[in-house]
Nanobody, 125 residues
Framework: QVQLVESGGGLVQSGGSLRLSCAASGFTFGDLALGWFRQAPGKEREGISCISNFDGSTRYASSVKGRFTNSRDNAKNSVYLQMNNLKPEDTAVYYC??????????????????WGQGTRVAVSS
């Protein structure tokens, strides 16, 4: 079983930055494709970025492309989401997710079997 623990959320003003972290255990980290998702109140969960296992390639949703950067450190069993130029519409609970069976990471939540508990991000205007 993969355990995932997110951290780094908080309250920030519009235009500010936050860096989310997700620490994984219980599996060979380098074999995992990892995704970042968010869910705002009253909205469906949205896939915003993912990073593949074999080549470290990344994908981004159009809503965050150019502002967010996804990276992984296999030596630390961790994945990071650097979020810059935050906007009020980025307010949500952010989740990391992991999956070992993907050849390439996906932005669809149904592709992931393992999820963290989430960390809240609030962006004030």
């Amino acid at each position: 079983q993969v355990q995932l623990v997110e951290s780094g959320g908080g309250l920030v003003q519009s235009g500010g930055s936050l860096r989310l972290s997700c620490a994984a255990s219980g599996f060979t980290f380098g074999d995992l494709a990892l995704g970042w998702f968010r869910q705002a109140p009253g909205k469906e969960r949205e896939g915003i970025s993912c990073i593949s296992n074999f080549d470290g390639s990344t994908r981004y949703a159009s809503s965050v492309k150019g502002r967010f950067t996804n990276s992984r450190d296999n030596a630390k069993n961790s994945v990071y989401l650097q979020m810059n130029n935050l906007k009020p519409e980025d307010t949500a609970v952010y989740y990391c997710a992991a999956e070992a069976s993907l050849d390439r990471c996906q932005l669809a939540s149904k592709e992931y079997d393992f999820w963290g508990q989430g960390t809240r991000v609030a962006v004030s205007s």
